[in-house]
Nanobody
Framework: QVQLRESGGGLVQAGGSLGLSCAAS????????MGWFRQAPGKEREFVAA????????NYADSAKGRFSISRAHAQNMVYLQMNSLKPEDTAVYYC????????????????WGQGTQVTVSS
């Protein structure tokens, strides 16, 4: 069992940066690939970025490539998403996820999810 809690969301101007954190609890955290997804108003939840359980590989949605960076710290049970050059279209609730298919960007009913953190980018 893994529990996830996101933090770090807020309001930022276009072109600015924001860092999100995901605190995980549960002794099996280090065994899971981790990812970030987001859901904008009126849209389906979509993949943003993911990192393997070892931290050795990362995967990004095209919209995040070159601007966002995902990382994890096993010792602190944390996963991070650094977001730079933010755009108004990045406005969404951002969710941290853990699961077997997260790395590929696939959402599965067996995944673990946090409650989400709001990111708002003003133009």
């Amino acid at each position: 069992q893994v529990q996830l809690r996101e933090s770090g969301g807020g309001l930022v101007q276009a072109g600015g940066s924001l860092g999100l954190s995901c605190a995980a609890s549960g002794r099996t955290f280090s065994l899971y690939d981790m990812g970030w997804f987001r859901q904008a108003p009126g849209k389906e939840r979509e993949f943003v970025a993911a990192i393997t359980w070892s931290g050795g590989r990362t995967n990004y949605a095209d919209s995040a490539k070159g601007r966002f960076s995902i990382s994890r710290a096993h010792a602190q049970n944390m996963v991070y998403l650094q977001m730079n050059s933010l755009k108004p279209e990045d406005t969404a609730v951002y969710y941290c996820a853990a699961g077997g298919q997260v790395y590929s960007g696939t959402q599965s009913p067996s995944d673990y999810w946090g409650q989400g953190t709001q990111v708002t980018v003003s133009s």
